[in-house]
């Protein structure tokens, strides 16, 4: 089990490019002898970048409510013109 976890942390300072470079010539020695390590840096990264998608996705539409709720409430009229005056050519 520990050495799952070690693996894991591993891969994660070694897709983010955080390995001294000894130690990342080392991981990639490993991946080309170990098809299991293989297979989960493949996951993990596969895992890195849903999240990636995932926060963007979330972080959009976070952006649209706080348009919408500023942009077309009456009560926030003015704070639109002046927003609209500081993009105006």
Do not use: C, W
Not at 20 to 33: N, V, Y
Not at 36 to 65: C, D, G, P, S
Request: charged share 25%; aromatic share 8%; proline share 4%.
């Amino acid at each position: 089990m520990r050495t799952s976890l070690n693996d894991i942390a591993l891969t994660e300072r070694y897709l983010f490019g955080k390995l001294a470079p000894e130690e990342s010539l080392l991981f990639q020695a490993r991946l080309l002898t170990d098809p299991i390590l293989r297979t989960h840096v493949a996951v993990q990264q596969k895992v890195y970048t849903l999240l990636l998608h995932f926060h963007r996705k979330k972080m959009k539409e976070e952006v649209r409510t706080i348009h919408n709720a500023h942009f077309h409430d009456p009560a926030h009229a003015e704070f639109k013109e002046q927003i609209n005056q500081l993009f105006k050519p």
